[in-house]
């Protein structure tokens, strides 16, 4: 056998445009999209983050309009985070549990204004308490199980107020089983939970902490609950419980960095898996563009890609808006 060289040419139908659409292995739509946003009081109010351009923290009726921006741009579902003003935070964070508190005002003004939109509801104390810790703090410690018992109060509350889908992201132990029976007790059996299940201990949160103004506030670490970033095996088994508590989602966060833990998750469970694009990859991207050291969009969009080729069915993205028009839209 004469082997002719080469055999096979890879290059071949790499050639041209048209050839390497029909190629193309990974595809991408607005429905891998959901928008995280910023809420804070006022009206009419817009309040840049410094440490993330072109993301600002925005009053309850501009939240409004990012709803009906993204409808229009096809985008199916908001993530909200409050930006808690300091003086209703306290040791225990009571807040959370206002039903009138800015999320559940915000979830309520956006449900009535723009149905269409699903909304996520992040479940945690950190924007509500004075040390910025997402449980309850007793001698330097983060109680498990009084924590649970409160975010359950917190999950049905944004449920009330008009979150489709509750996203605990406290990585408290039970606390997706605790969420669900009480949710279903309250009848919200059809309110959805995406777990954060794998949230790595980051250094990648940075810029979110100043969004929502507990950067200055946060004591200690957050090591005892989130995940050690060497572990991967770790994150299979907090995945593996948290579907069995009855997760109809579940989330890795960080992104970029942690693809292996994406790939391995959907390759082992197979369910709806997104990642977080967190604020930390969100501001690399922007200060490197800004230097003009990297082509912004360009780089935004490889990274998006590299979710969806990892196996995710969509992504928590601050670039949301910005790649659903780089779609087309
Ligand atoms: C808090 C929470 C955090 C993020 C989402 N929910 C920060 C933290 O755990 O300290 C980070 C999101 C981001 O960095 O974009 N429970």
Redesign the pocket.
Known sequence: MTARFPNTRLRRPRATNWSRRMIRETRATPDDLIW?IFICEGRDTREPVASMPGVDRISIDLAVKAADEAKALGIPCLAL?PSTPRDRRNERGDEALNKDNLINRALTAIKAACPEIGLLA?V?L?PYTSHGQ?GLLEDGEILNDETVGILVQQAVLQAEAGADIIAP??MMDGRIGAIRDELDKAGYASVQIMAYSA?YASS??G???DAVGSSGVLQGD?KTY?MDPANRLEALREVEQDIEEGADSVMI?PGLPYLDIIHAVKGRFGLPTYA?Q???E?AMLMAAAEKGWLDGDAAIWEAFLSFKRAGCDGVLTYFAPRLARMMGA
């Open positions: 995280p985070f992040d945690a950190d997402d992201s406290d949230k990648f949160y810029p979110f902490r957050k989130q966060k977080y967190v604020s930390g969100y």
